[in-house]
């Protein structure tokens, strides 16, 4: 009878320690899976583009003898990084007689011309604004809008002389101003 109850004492410390031996094992995971969930950390990067609108050109051009149909180009310096406005107006709406602008008998003092304006874009494909004015149109002052485009560098602007009217071009100098203003829209 000894030996039967040791046997039984035996088996009961050995259950029992395989009890606590689990529990311990179960307590152990347990507590791995809250430190490795609770564990990690926040990154934030900022950073800034300085906004850069600039318009370059501008030339003086002689025509030499007009006779109308006359053809100049000029490259645009642009560059922008930022959705624009670029407004074209003209000081006398044409290329008018610097004394008598509105001619004399039936001579015309003012050759009317058109303006043809190029810009390549960006937005974010590569894509193209465009228009045409008339001088008489440009008195009035016009906008060219980017849309939500920014510049891809560069552009042109032709001048195209029309047919002077009438008997023709009054003798003398002629001249004409346009202002091109770059406006940046933010």
Same mark, same amino acid.
């Given at each position: 009878?000894?030996?039967?109850? &040791?046997?039984?004492?035996?088996?009961?410390?050995?259950?029992?320690?395989?009890?606590?031996?689990?529990?311990?094992?179960?307590? &152990?995971?347990?507590?791995?899976?809250?430190? /490795?969930?609770?564990?990690?950390?926040?990154?934030?990067?900022?950073?800034?583009?300085?906004?850069?609108?600039?318009?370059? &050109?501008?030339?003086?051009?002689?025509?030499?003898?007009?006779?109308?149909?006359?053809?100049?180009?000029?490259?645009?310096?642009?560059?922008?990084?930022?959705?624009?406005?670029? %407004?074209? /107006?003209?000081?006398?709406?044409?290329?008018?007689?610097?004394?008598?602008?509105?001619?004399?008998?039936?001579?015309?003092?003012?050759?009317?011309?058109?303006?043809?304006?190029?810009?390549?874009?960006?937005?974010?494909? #590569?894509? %193209?604004?465009?228009?045409?004015?008339?001088?008489?149109?440009?008195?009035?002052?016009?906008?060219?809008?980017? &849309?939500?485009?920014?510049? #891809?560098?560069?552009?042109?602007?032709?001048?195209?002389?029309?047919?002077?009217?009438?008997?023709?071009?009054?003798?003398? /100098?002629?001249? /004409? %101003?346009?202002?091109? %203003?770059?406006?940046?829209?933010?």
């Amino acid at each position: 009878m000894g030996w039967s109850f &040791g046997a039984s004492r035996m088996w009961a410390q050995g259950a029992a320690a395989a009890v606590l031996a689990g529990c311990l094992a179960t307590a &152990g995971a347990a507590h791995a899976e809250t430190v /490795e969930s609770t564990s990690g950390f926040d990154v934030m990067v900022t950073g800034r583009i300085v906004s850069d609108c600039v318009l370059t &050109g501008g030339a003086d051009f002689d025509l030499g003898e007009l006779t109308g149909g006359e053809v100049v180009k000029a490259n645009l310096g642009l560059r922008c990084n930022l959705p624009f406005d670029l %407004t074209f /107006e003209s000081q006398r709406g044409g290329l008018a007689h610097i004394a008598k602008p509105r001619g004399e008998g039936p001579f015309a003092g003012l050759l009317p011309y058109t303006l043809r304006v190029v810009v390549p874009t960006l937005a974010p494909q #590569a894509g %193209t604004m465009s228009a045409s004015y008339s001088s008489a149109d440009l008195i009035a002052r016009r906008t060219l809008s980017s &849309g939500e485009a920014v510049a #891809a560098g560069g552009g042109e602007i032709e001048f195209r002389m029309q047919q002077p009217q009438g008997a023709g071009l009054l003798a003398g /100098e002629y001249s /004409e %101003t346009l202002n091109v %203003t770059l406006q940046p829209r933010v």
